[in-house]
């Protein structure tokens, strides 16, 4: 199965951050460049990683994500990498890696709660396995099969405990001027993965409220301090962890 970008082709930049490595891009409701916000109907932002990976996020221009692509290119024609899209709502609707334009490994489909209801495995394009709810329960059941009730299971946790997370929290996570120029306020849910060493990486949106909201948690949660790590009888292993943040003004 193909992937395709969307093309934004030759467009004026709309704001350039001090990081060279950032450009933001607006659209008309036909998604046609254009230079004033007042005619943006869309949103987009892109991060140079590399000199041959860039990642595009597209935003409504005063909502929620519709889709982020990891690109090979510039113009983002060529997604290779991470790719996530999203409902009108805000909220991921499927996620999961490219090779070349085609999807490659696993492939992940959300309920409106935000649960995985199907999953599918895929090599170069070609679909390899697919997993629905029964067998991802049953595949579950499973692993928790190996583990019997003299083992110690240990959650990841934030220095002293939830007291603290929420001290950074309230601390470190400011209103946006974007967002309280516009007039949007929210939750945002954060993803993200607290390693075997007790950091934190792999930050994605999982409910996305408005660009500058979803930067603010973003930034918030990447510049977390060194967590304690999750453990299995002593054993560090990496935890995924899940963070509603709501902005309010």
Same mark, same amino acid.
């Given at each position: 199965m ?6 934004p082709?030759?467009l ?35 991060k ?8 595009w ?12 692509e990891?690109?090979?290119?510039e113009?983002?024609?060529?997604p ?8 009108k ?10 090779l070349d334009?085609?999807k490659?490994? =696993?492939?992940y489909y959300?309920?409106? /709660?935000?649960t995985?209801?199907?999953?599918e495995?895929y090599?170069n ?17 499973k692993e928790?099969a190996?583990f019997? /009730? ?5 959650e990841a ?10 001290k950074?929290i309230q ?5 946006p001027?974007?967002?309280?120029k ?20 792999d930050v ?11 930067e603010?948690?973003? /930034?918030l ?5 060194? =967590?304690?790590?999750a453990?299995?009888n002593?054993r ?12 309010q003004?």
């Amino acid at each position: 199965m193909l992937l395709f970008a969307l093309l934004p082709g030759t467009l004026p930049v709309f704001a350039q951050k001090q990081a060279k490595n950032i450009s933001f891009f607006l659209f008309d409701k036909e998604w046609k460049g254009c230079n004033k916000p007042a005619d943006a109907q869309y949103l987009a932002y892109r991060k140079k990683i590399n000199d041959s990976t860039y990642e595009w996020r597209y935003y409504n221009y005063s909502g929620p994500l519709i889709n982020i692509e990891t690109t090979k290119d510039e113009a983002g024609a060529r997604p290779h990498g991470y790719l996530a899209y999203y409902g009108k709502d805000g909220k991921i609707d499927s996620s999961g890696s490219s090779l070349d334009g085609r999807k490659n490994g =696993w492939w992940y489909y959300y309920t409106d /709660s935000l649960t995985v209801w199907l999953k599918e495995k895929y090599e170069n394009g070609r679909l390899l396995e697919r997993m629905d709810t029964l067998a991802m329960r049953l595949e579950r059941e499973k692993e928790n099969a190996q583990f019997d /009730s003299t083992d110690v299971l240990i959650e990841a946790s934030f220095k002293n405990g939830d007291k603290d997370w929420m001290k950074y929290i309230q601390k470190n996570l400011k209103v946006p001027d974007r967002t309280e120029k516009i007039g949007r306020g929210g939750t945002v849910i954060v993803q993200f993965v607290v390693d075997k060493d007790g950091n934190v990486r792999d930050v994605d949106i999982v409910r996305s409220v408005e660009y500058a909201i979803d930067e603010a948690a973003i /930034s918030l949660i990447e510049k977390s301090p060194v =967590w304690k790590p999750a453990s299995v009888n002593g054993r560090p292993v990496k935890a995924y962890r899940r963070q509603p943040l709501t902005v309010q003004f």
